[in-house]
C-alpha cells in the first residue's frame, strides 16, 4: 500500500507478529501478515536481491582477510543483509545515513569503496570516505551516539525547509542506552524526519535480547514517545523496503520520525575476537539459517520466472570482481603521513595544535636522519 499506511490516524501500534510480505519458502504470504504493504515491483526485488548477493560476497571477503591479519577488525553482517540493503534503497541521494560498526554493507551498497570502508578496520583512519559526498557520517563505534547526530541534522533540515531525510540505524543492544531514548523523544518531540531502524540480531556482544528488555518488542517503545512502530521480519527484504519506504516517504513530507524494529539475527560472531560458540547455541544459528534473507528471496525470484541462470551468472561474476578488488587493495601497503592527524580537528588553525604539530615534525625528522634529538 502506499504511504497512506503510515500517515492516517494515531501513530500506529505494532503488530502482534512481525510484518512479512513473503515467507521462508520464497512464498507471498496472506494479508494478515502483510499490516497493509504490498510486495514491490519485480525489478526492485531483483535489485534488492542483487545487492544482497554482491554484499554477501563482500562480507565473506573482508571476514577472510580479517582471519589472515590484514584487518584489525572486523564486525560481519552476514545475515543482516535484508535490513541493510533495504535502508540504503529507500533512501534518496540527498538524504543521510548515520551507521553503526556494522554497517559496513550498507556504505558498499551507497557507493563508498572497499578501501575507503576498510581503512577503517585496518586503522589507517577513523574514517576513510568523505561523509559529504555520500551523505554517511562516520561509522559510530560507540553505541547510540550517532542516533543524536541523525536528530539534530534532521532538525536542522526541517528549520531550513529542506527535503532531506536522515536514517540512523541501531542495534538492539544500543537502545539501552540513554542516547537512543533522548534520540527517540528530541525527534518525537520536535517532528525531525528521521528513521530509527533497529536490527534486532538477538545479541548485544553476548547479552540476549531477554536480558536487555522486558518489553514485547522493542517497536513497542515507539507509541510511548508519540510516533508510529513497525515490527518486521528483519530477514523479508521486501518487507523491510516497503515499511522504510514508507517511512522515509511519511518522514519527507513532514509527518516526523518512525521506529522500525527488523527482526534478524547476526549469524557470524560479534567481531573476530567473538567466540559465540559460549553463549549461543548451534540449534539457534540452525533454526535462523533456514530463514536466510538471500535465499529467501532468491526462491521468490525463481518461483515467478524473474532469476534466470544468465543473470545469477552475472551477479555472482560481479561479486568475485568485487571481492577481487577487496582483496587488492588490502594487498596494497597505505602511504601514512602521520601530521595528517593534526588536518581535520579544527577547521581554523590553534596554536596548541601548531605546537604539537611542530614538535611531532621534528620527532619524525629526527627519526628519518638517525641523530639523537
Known amino acids: 500500500m502506499s504511504d497512506d499506511v503510515l ?19 520464497g512464498d507471498p504470504v496472506s494479508t494478515t501478515r502483510s499490516a497493509g504493504f504490498e510486495i514491490p515491483d519485480e525489478d526492485t526485488i531483483l535489485s534488492l536481491y542483487r545487492r544482497m548477493v554482491l554484499a554477501r560476497r563482500f562480507d565473506a571477503q573482508v571476514t577472510a582477510l580479517t582471519r589472515q591479519g590484514r584487518l584489525a577488525t572486523y564486525p ?7 535490513c541493510e540493503i533495504s535502508a540504503v534503497a529507500a533512501l534518496g541521494r540527498e538524504d543521510w545515513l548515520f551507521p553503526t560498526y556494522r554497517d559496513t554493507i550498507a556504505l558498499l551498497t551507497r557507493g563508498v569503496s572497499p578501501v575507503e570502508i576498510l581503512s577503517f578496520f585496518r586503522g589507517d583512519w577513523h574514517t576513510g570516505f568523505d561523509p559529504y559526498e555520500h551523505r554517511i557520517s562516520p561509522q559510530a563505534t560507540p553505541l547510540a551516539t550517532q542516533a543524536l547526530h541523525a ?8 528549520l531550513a525547509s529542506d527535503s532531506v531525510v536522515a536514517l540512523t540505524m541501531l542495534g538492539d543492544g544500543s537502545t539501552s542506552e540513554g542516547d537512543a531514548h533522548e534520540a527517540f523523544n528530541f525527534a518525537s518531540v520536535w517532528q525531525a524526519p528521521v528513521v530509527f531502524l533497529i536490527q534486532n540480531n538477538h545479541w548485544a556482544i553476548s547479552v540476549p535480547f531477554e536480558k ?9 517503545r515507539a507509541i510511548g514517545y508519540g510516533m508510529p512502530g513497525y515490527f518486521v521480519d528483519g530477514n523479508d527484504v521486501a518487507a523491510m523496503f516497503a515499511v522504510t519506504s514508507a517511512a522515509v516517504g511519511r518522514a519527507r513530507s513532514g509527518g516526523g520520525p518512525t521506529m522500525i524494529e527488523g527482526l534478524t539475527y547476526r549469524m557470524e560472531a560479534h567481531t573476530n575476537s567473538d567466540d559465540p ?5 548451534k540449534s539457534d544459528e540452525a533454526k535462523w539459517k533456514l530463514l536466510d534473507p538471500v535465499e529467501r528471496i ?3 525470484l525463481l518461483n515467478i520466472g524473474a532469476l ?7 551477479i555472482a561474476e560481479a561479486g568475485e570482481v568485487l571481492a577481487a578488488a577487496t582483496r587488492d587493495a588490502m594487498n596494497t601497503e597505505p602511504v601514512l603521513d602521520p601530521l595528517e592527524l593534526f588536518d581535520h580537528v579544527y577547521r581554523a588553525d590553534r596554536p596548541a595544535l601548531r605546537e604539537q604539530r611542530e614538535f611531532l615534525a621534528r620527532e619524525l625528522a629526527t627519526a628519518e636522519d638517525g641523530s639523537t634529538p
Open 76 to 82: 560481519s553482517a552476514l545475515g543482516q543483509e535484508a
Open 7 to 25: 500517515t492516517r490516524g494515531a501513530p500506529a501500534l505494532p503488530t502482534r507478529l512481525p510484518i512479512r510480505l513473503i515467507d521462508e519458502n
Open 212 to 220: 536487555q528488555s522486558h518489553a514485547r518488542t522493542l517497536a513497542d
Open 308 to 314: 534466470t541462470d544468465t543473470v545469477r551468472m552475472d
Open 151 to 158: 536528530v539534530g541534522l534532521a532538525t536542522a533540515a526541517r
Open 277 to 281: 560458540r559460549r553463549y549461543r547455541e
Open 298 to 300: 532468491e526462491k521468490y
